[in-house]
């Protein structure tokens, strides 16, 4: 008998799918305390919990028996996944149970800008009748602009299909053939904010998705455009979306998330043309019956098949697994980062191969390693080796694998190659010593680099002057070179360099390299 416990409130639904279940017996224990938990969950093979349960070290620690936690909802921070991966319990979540939900408000909202409803509702309860004042817009063959294009941004899409709208889309990480079948145009961000009639927001919060609709984007929009943010507060820069509503630069925006919950100081409250919900994204009846059941059907059929849906950890290898996987793992880990900072399209498919003594044990952990290097980061939910596959497929990106025991030139080598669009970025690394991680090709181009640290990689017109003038920019950036590759030029007369550099370089001093004549392109890498 399989024993569950429930520590936060789920819906009877998920309740009554595990009471139907063979073998397995539920208890429900809510509001916990963590020394109450710890004393109690040595009992039970299965935890249940949404966002309140804190699935602290001690309380895994004393889980003697415990193999799975299931959080029903997508955010895992109140579980410590480091620990339950050390302890070999597996983490899952539900990450599109509320998709549809968080559509439908998206939807919602667009059609709450368009016709006044917040206004209109409170001008008739105040005795008015302002229906000349109250003038709206057609959605009908308006431009429906999405940034993100996960699950979430692609019901969107649909839906806006349906309301016969122009879509187009915005991620740097779904390959074309998924807008494609999705009603959707692919466009870049640029193009997106200047098409809009109505933009919203369906990606993750990153660092480098911060503010991501701020002075410059607003600036570009139409004054009758609409902004609509029901994904994570801080993707808009507030303070410029204020400048932007009550100057009349763009025509409205509908908030569900903000940079403080609640935005009690906020000056946007003393807007007319803003619509306001209190985080409600994910709270639908259905949508808290979905993340319910589909938790009680993914724990249940884990614990009775082993197979572990939406897994965000994994269990702890053997020590001899990890000592003759982990080094090569680390190094199509960096190849996948690297990828990751040379590609500038949408990838279609990644090919891995493994060479040499890198092809003596299983390829799968390699190039499952190599893909979490590529992705990770640029989601909501952790990516590892349990689920980037998934992940992957779900972004139209298909992996390849080969392997062979002969690796000319070296005693073991890995190579990825990132298919795009119409260009495809090939790496290849080696191991110095079985433990020290080396670039040794770029496309077409040999060059030894120690994958670390903050890289600049530039192609440029192999003639004199040209490494000088880089160098004198970092220079005047008080930026030190540590190390730097120059490889041969090829046939078209170009040369490949890799500088290793005590500190990022800003935007501007990027920007800068990229104006010098003859440099072709220039990327920075940050390990």
Not at 179 to 197: I, R, S
Not at 280 to 305: N, P
Request: net charge negative.
């Amino acid at each position: 008998m399989k024993k569950i416990l429930i520590a936060d409130k789920l819906a009877d639904d998920g309740i009554n799918f595990l009471n139907e279940q063979d073998g397995i017996q539920i208890h429900i224990q809510t509001g916990l305390s963590e020394a109450e938990l710890c004393e109690i969950i040595p009992a039970y093979d299965a935890l249940l919990i949404r966002s309140d349960t804190q699935v602290t070290a001690p309380v895994l620690k004393a889980a003697k028996r415990l193999k799975v936690v299931g959080r029903a909802g997508i955010g895992v921070d109140n579980v410590d996944l480091a620990v339950a991966m050390e302890q070999g319990i597996i983490v899952m979540n539900t990450p599109d149970a509320n998709a549809t939900t968080t559509a439908e408000l998206a939807i919602a909202h667009m059609f709450s800008l368009s016709r006044n409803l917040p206004v209109a509702n409170q001008s008739v309860r105040d005795g008015k009748w302002e229906r000349s004042k109250l003038v709206g817009a057609e959605i009908s063959h308006k431009t429906l602009a999405i940034l993100g294009f996960g699950t979430i941004g692609r019901i969107v899409a649909q839906r806006g299909n349906g309301l016969g709208m122009r879509v187009i889309a915005c991620d740097p990480f779904v390959a074309p053939e998924i807008f494609e079948k999705c009603g959707a145009e692919m466009v870049d961000l640029d193009t997106l904010v200047k098409q809009a009639d109505y933009l919203t927001l369906h990606c993750p919060l990153l660092e480098k998705t911060r503010n991501v609709i701020g002075r410059e984007q607003l600036a570009a929009m139409k004054k009758s455009a609409r902004l609509i943010n029901c994904a994570r507060g801080g993707l808009v820069d507030e303070a410029a979306l204020y400048d932007a509503l009550k100057e009349g630069r763009i025509a409205g925006a509908a908030l569900d998330v903000y940079e403080q919950e609640p935005p009690k100081d906020s000056p946007l409250l003393g807007l007319d043309n803003v619509v306001f919900t209190p985080h409600l994204g994910a709270s639908t009846k259905e949508a808290q019956v979905a993340v319910s059941v589909e938790i009680a059907r993914q724990v249940v059929k884990y614990l009775q098949t082993g197979e572990a849906v939406n897994a965000l950890n994994l269990p702890r290898l053997s020590a001899e697994e990890l000592k003759q996987a982990q080094p090569f793992m680390k190094l199509a880990h960096i190849l996948g980062q690297v990828l990751l900072g040379l590609i500038d399209q949408p990838m279609q498919k990644l090919e891995v191969a493994v060479f040499g003594k890198a092809a003596l044990g299983k390829i799968r952990p390699i190039s499952a390693e190599a893909m979490v290097g590529l992705l990770a980061g640029q989601f909501d939910t952790p990516v590892n080796r349990v689920n980037v596959e998934n992940i992957a497929k779900r972004q139209g990106i298909a992996l390849v694998e080969s392997q062979t025991e002969e690796a000319e030139g070296y005693q073991s080598l890995i190579s990825i190659t990132g298919h795009c669009v119409d260009k495809s970025v090939s790496l290849a690394g080696t191991l110095l010593g079985d433990h020290h991680p080396r670039l040794v090709s770029i496309n077409h181009f040999e060059i030894e680099v120690v994958p670390e640290g903050a890289l600049l990689v530039t192609r440029h017109d192999d003639k004199p002057g040209v490494i000088a003038a880089i160098s004198s920019i970092l220079g005047m950036a008080n930026i030190n070179i540590t190390r730097m590759q120059v490889s041969v030029a090829d046939e078209h007369q170009l040369a490949m360099m890799v500088i290793s550099v005590s500190d990022p370089l800003s935007e501007q001093v990027l920007k800068a390299v990229c104006d010098v004549p003859a440099v072709h392109t220039a990327r920075q890498i940050v390990l």
